[in-house]
């Protein structure tokens, strides 16, 4: 059975679109089968893999609001063993649709499970918000990875999403679990960015992903080309430190099935 982790964080800017486009290239390329579910209504996940939401049959917005499945709602991408469902910018009255229907938290997770069986991970890019949409990811997911910007209002907000996570484990998904703090745009030469590292360190500890996201050029040019980082520039530290995040993850679930 598939493993389902969001990328979340209601704070804007801190590379969730970009965390799921590159982990879940770097996880194909481990042998994983992978699934990316882009439920933001700005659909940068599906245009960074250079799929234009028009050409889709339908998108995550259909599958919440009219009942479609989400098994051929999925389009290939260029990296071997990764489908996308993609978004619109439809989705973005969503929220508003969903609200009359019974166990409206729940749309998403009802929609999943007939389909997790085919994947090895099933990655949701989250919008910055904490709306429903959101909400419904939490509900489905099993873990939440949460991107934090190291720079100085890093740590603001967090308290916020931890506190929906906590309300969303006690009263929708008890098997919710953080599967670890990610520091993304880190610059090692800069004092403030490992002070926030130690920071995080200090308050998660093991929470926190040994593996950082550097501030890197070719990570950021990547999307324009339609592809992940892994394969407009292989040899880059953005490609390496997610190729290293994979593998860190990778490593954390083999440790816990030992258990």
């Known amino acids: 059975m598939g493993k389902i982790i969001a990328i979340a964080n209601q704070k804007g800017g801190v590379g969730k679109t970009t965390t799921t486009i590159n982990l879940s290239a770097s996880l194909a390329a481990e042998g994983r089968r992978v699934l990316i579910i882009d439920a ?5 996940a599906t245009s960074g893999y250079g799929i234009d939401p028009r050409t889709m049959t339908s998108s995550i917005y259909e599958c919440l609001v009219d009942g479609y499945p989400l098994d051929g709602s999925q389009v290939p991408t260029c990296v071997e063993n990764l489908d996308l469902i993609g978004s ?5 009255g969503a929220e508003l649709e969903l609200v ?5 938290e729940r749309v998403l997770a009802n929609l999943l499970q007939p389909i997790r069986d085919k994947y090895d991970y ?39 999403l931890l506190n929906t996570i906590r309300i969303i484990k006690s009263r929708l998904n008890p098997q919710l679990e953080i599967e670890g703090f990610l520091l993304t745009m880190y610059d090692a030469r800069l004092r403030l960015a490992n002070q926030i590292y130690e920071e995080l360190k ?32 292989p040899d880059s530290r953005g490609a390496t430190s997610h190729i290293l995040l994979a593998k860190e993850i990778l490593a954390r679930h083999k440790a816990k099935k030992q258990r």
Not at 40 to 44: G, K
Not at 88 to 92: C, F, K, V
Not at 131 to 142: E, K, P, Q, R, S
Not at 207 to 230: C, K, Q, W, Y
Request: proline content about 8%; glycine content about 4%; charged content about 20%.
């Open 40 to 44: 933001d209504p700005q659909a940068n």
């Open 202 to 233: 200090g308050h998660f500890a093991d929470m926190v992903f040994d593996t950082v996201i550097p501030r890197n050029i070719r990570l950021s040019e990547a999307p324009s080309h339609g592809l992940p980082v892994l394969l407009y520039d």
């Open 122 to 160: 099933i990655l949701i890019d989250c919008s910055p918000s904490l709306g429903l949409i959101t909400v419904n990811a939490l509900t489905a997911a099993d873990s939440v990875i949460i991107p934090v910007q190291a720079e100085y209002f890093a740590l603001e907000g967090i308290s916020k």
């Open 88 to 92: 619109r910018i439809d989705l973005a």
């Open 100 to 104: 009359s229907k019974p166990n409206r």
